[in-house]
């Protein structure tokens, strides 16, 4: 198995945090989201949100395949687990003329 580069270990370290920004973080080093399609920052490959049921393939070599392969989810437990903040109604505004 390739070694960790060091941005899979602090992408490792982070990710055992309690902190949950820490655990943002750490999603955020392995992966990126552009034009709706999550991207192994690593590999280069892509997945659309689609397709977020399906396993997510790396290309041959990547050393961030460890990892459960599915950072679809993942970002959503992540997302689901950050603190609510209450939110305050805002006045829309209307158009002058």
């Known amino acids: 198995m390739p070694e960790m580069s060091v941005i899979d ?21 392995r992966w990126s989201l552009m034009r709706g399609q999550l991207i192994c920052t690593q590999c280069q490959a892509a997945q659309s949100a689609e397709q977020a049921d399906e396993r997510f393939i790396h290309r041959p070599g990547c050393i961030a395949v460890r990892g459960d392969g599915y950072p679809w989810q993942e970002l959503a437990e992540l ?7 209450r939110r305050t109604s805002v006045p829309r505004q209307g158009f002058i003329s």
Request: proline content about 7%; aromatic content about 4%.
């Open 79 to 85: 997302l689901n687990r950050l603190p609510q903040r």
């Open 9 to 29: 270990q602090i992408a490792t370290a982070l990710r055992d945090s309690t902190i949950p920004s820490d655990r943002v973080s750490s999603w955020m080093c």
